[in-house]
């Protein structure tokens, strides 16, 4: 028997089945049930969705003989002659390749007929939106008034091709992209059924890299267990049948490329050449690394949003202390330039080597994106310099860059807020501080290396916010769960209910003076002396 492609042997066939488009699924089962079935549908979204597998399930039930609660039996000849492509009443169209005004007037001569059995004869035009425009007003009249026993579904990626005419007489579908969490749902059934095993870091990267489309996951999972050395399918060998690398390999380049080892980077790629890597698809996925970094800096998306593991969590958290958003910026508009002319050049290797050492050196270049990568990098350069305490070599009185580059002054006491503590959140305040490096020391080591670039702010209740710097370190935090482990320790430890909260510190914001009754009635006594001398 000949070997059947693993998204055509599990394409669904109910709409029990169907995966991420369940306001879709419950809608057209309650039309159904409710006999509120309509003349005309246009199912839309991005490729892989679902959209001809919901077709072909809808006109199953629409025309099955015994339905059950708007679904299908799926054991009745009715049912059983869609299923296996025998059944007159589903005809099926590409669009793509019968777009002509004589298709379209075929169709309407054959609505003429009822169906020889069941009650609807449905059409399903598939990329509807290649149909010409003469052919979408030889259908308006039949699409607007169609014989009772007529349904139209058209499917399409690109709904804004349609005519508003032809729009107006349809009701509407909005196809979602299928999630990750879903993909690998369905994998968990596919493997059940094929007897298959694979690392659930395998199953994840897959459901990534299929980008929404379930069809795609599914042919990616079907290529690599083909592949499959052994009995379970790993990470690695993802990786390896689909030409891709892991984040640790991304992190590594993108490492060399900020430090300008160019050797490293230029060692790396030929590394990938050697493997048989596909160097296009590398430029892809590092444009996607440098844009997880870039999100993370400068909003408040979790690890859960954009779908990255700890080790990733890590990496990006050393790597958002070595580069600003500025710099990110400028390479993640160089990279999707590189991989733009990569698309339509057959040796790869040269252009990536080329655009690698722009990267790292952007000194050799001189257009807009290379003067604006050099002044990014060279600023973020002495910041760091300036920050592990190594002056810059600008002369006395000047910057070594730009003004912004300066260092600030830290506020004079004078000019921060004096905030009056209870006796309470004084106590809190202070076992914590004086506590504060022990506890760190029973953290894990990146929530205390972020830790240790916060302060401590006392609110009331018996709580101590976190002040974190800047939104990447304070999402990271969050993401490690790392103030849920200060509470423990701290009950643990000090018999003491404290509870933990965080927030990003706003620009230059100065930390306040932090004082009790005592202390401030010592120092009105003092001005008072003061005063009398």
């Not at 169906?115 to 030889?138: L, M, Q, T």
């Not at 006796?423 to 506890?439: C, K, M, N, T």
Request: charged share 25%.
């Amino acid at each position: 028997m000949a070997y059947v492609a693993l998204y055509r042997k599990w394409r669904p066939t109910a709409f029990r089945d169907v995966k991420g488009q369940d306001a879709i699924v419950k809608t057209l089962q309650n039309q159904i049930a409710g006999n509120r079935i309509g003349h005309a549908y246009l199912f839309c979204g991005s490729r892989g969705t679902g959209k001809t597998t919901m077709a072909k399930i809808f006109a199953k039930a629409v025309n099955c003989e015994n339905p059950q609660n708007g679904c299908a039996c799926g054991v009745c000849e009715t049912c059983r002659s869609i299923e296996e492509g025998r059944s007159t009443n589903v005809i099926e169209i590409d669009a793509a390749s019968n777009n002509g005004v004589d298709n379209i007037r075929e169709i309407r001569d054959e609505v003429q007929y009822r169906p020889a059995s069941g009650k609807y004869r449905v059409y399903i035009i598939d990329e509807v939106h290649n149909i010409s425009n003469v052919a979408f007003n030889a259908m308006l009249k039949t699409l607007e008034e169609p014989p009772e026993y007529v349904i139209f579904i058209l499917a399409t990626t690109e709904p804004h091709a349609i005519p508003v005419t032809v729009l107006s007489r349809c009701q509407r579908f909005d196809f979602h992209r299928i999630t990750p969490a879903d993909m690998v749902e369905r994998l968990h059934e596919l493997m059940e059924g094929e007897g298959i095993k694979a690392e659930e870091s395998a199953l994840n990267y897959i459901a990534r890299k299929a980008d929404g489309a379930m069809r795609d996951a599914i042919s990616l999972f079907d290529q690599s267990v083909s592949a499959m050395p052994g009995e379970v399918l790993r990470f690695e060998d993802v990786l390896k049948t689909l030409g891709t690398v892991n984040s640790a390999v991304l992190s590594r380049y993108f490492r060399a490329v900020l430090n300008g080892d160019v050797d490293d980077a230029l060692s790396l790629i030929e590394q990938l050449r050697n493997e048989g890597r596909d160097l296009g698809q590398f430029v892809v996925d590092f444009i996607w690394y440098l844009r997880n970094l870039l999100v993370l800096m400068t909003s408040e998306a979790s690890a859960e949003e954009l779908e990255l593991s700890r080790e990733d969590w890590i990496r990006l958290a050393e790597e958002g202390q070595m580069t600003g958003p500025e710099e990110l910026m400028a390479l993640i508009r160089l990279y999707s330039a590189l991989s733009g002319d990569l698309r339509g050049t057959v040796d790869k290797r040269v252009l990536l080597e080329v655009g690698t050492i722009q990267a790292a050196r952007p000194r050799t270049e001189e257009t807009n994106g290379a003067v604006e990568a050099r002044l990014t990098a060279l600023e973020r350069k002495v910041d760091r310099l300036q920050k592990n305490g190594v002056p810059s070599a600008a002369p006395a009185g000047q910057t070594a860059l730009q003004p912004q580059m300066e260092e600030q002054p830290a506020a004079p006491a004078d000019d921060r807020e004096v905030i009056k503590l209870s006796p309470a959140q004084w106590e809190d305040l202070q076992l914590i501080r004086s506590h504060w490096q022990e506890l760190l020391g029973e953290m894990d080591y990146p929530s205390a290396q972020l830790l240790k670039r916060s302060r401590l702010e006392p609110l009331d209740g018996g709580i101590l916010r976190v002040v974190f710097p800047d939104i990447f370190t304070a999402n990271m935090i969050k993401s490690f769960g790392a103030l849920a482990r200060l509470e423990e320790l701290v009950a643990a430890k000090y018999q003491k209910e404290i509870r933990f909260d965080l927030r990003t510190a706003r620009k230059s914001e100065p930390e306040p003076v932090y004082i009790t009754d005592e202390e401030l009635s010592h120092i009105h006594m003092k001005i008072e002396t003061d005063t009398e001398d």
